[in-house]
């Protein structure tokens, strides 16, 4: 017997008693996301997860894969965020069968809250592991929807040394002249986490394709070191 809904609910019974209208309104304003939300906060979130857990035992693939689903499809802000902290709670289950379930989540991401979450976290251990899913990564460079443009940017975040170099680079190149504020942070993002890494590559980089970079992704990488070049 499945009790996923049983959990599901129980969190959103708690959600809906620990509701605060007045910061609702704050989150879903400086969110700028049409998602209403309870006004749950993040510590109340998470001792409501731990209730959750503690009485429930999700032992199976399939049963994490539910959970986050009808965590993440449900009405309020918070429970997407419960499905996120579902996600990387289970950690025996982060796999390559995760994989389809994680990409269903992410088309309909709506914000960088929501977003950049699930693909440092859940998105991006699977592609450090099973690089057969890079094509998936090359397809989301196309994507009319800038928030899989963004994922394409961020999958490999804390790759370290195994980062795919030249999917990196092209995907930054790729989408160097996209107009999206997301996008073109994102760019930024995902050249100063790889600086931690290999900090000359990512000078040198910058500097070559100067010309190619947005100012708004440049002052976003620009951030780990005053050495980079300054803008014209």
Request: hydrophobic letters at 40%; glycine letters at 2%; proline letters at 3%.
């Amino acid at each position: 017997m499945s009790f996923v809904i049983p959990m599901v609910i129980y969190m959103q019974q708690q959600l809906a008693q620990s509701a605060d209208k007045a910061i609702a309104a704050q989150i879903q304003s400086s969110l700028s996301v049409k998602q209403p939300c309870y006004g749950v906060s993040t510590e109340q979130r998470h001792d409501i997860f731990q209730l959750a857990v503690a009485h429930t035992t999700i032992d199976t693939a399939d049963n994490y894969h539910r959970l986050l689903l009808w965590l993440w499809s449900g009405v309020y802000r918070e429970e997407r965020y419960l499905a996120l902290n579902a996600g990387e709670y289970y950690q025996s289950f982060i796999n390559e069968q995760a994989w389809p379930i994680y990409s269903e989540m992410l088309e309909t991401v709506d914000g960088a809250d929501v977003g950049d979450r699930l693909v440092t976290n859940l998105i991006s251990p699977v592609l450090k592991q099973h690089r057969q899913f890079e094509s998936d990564v090359i397809a989301w460079r196309d994507s009319d929807n800038k928030w899989l443009r963004r994922a394409a940017l961020l999958a490999q975040m804390n790759h370290q040394t195994e980062t795919n170099v030249d999917l990196l680079c092209d995907t930054i190149l790729h989408l160097a002249d996209d107009k999206e504020f997301e996008v073109q942070q994102a760019i930024g993002l995902a050249l100063r986490n790889y600086s931690e890494t290999d900090f000359p590559f990512v000078d040198q980089f910058i500097k070559t394709h100067f010309s190619r970079l947005q100012p708004q992704a440049r002052r976003e990488a620009r951030k780990v070191s005053m050495v980079l070049s300054v803008d014209s």
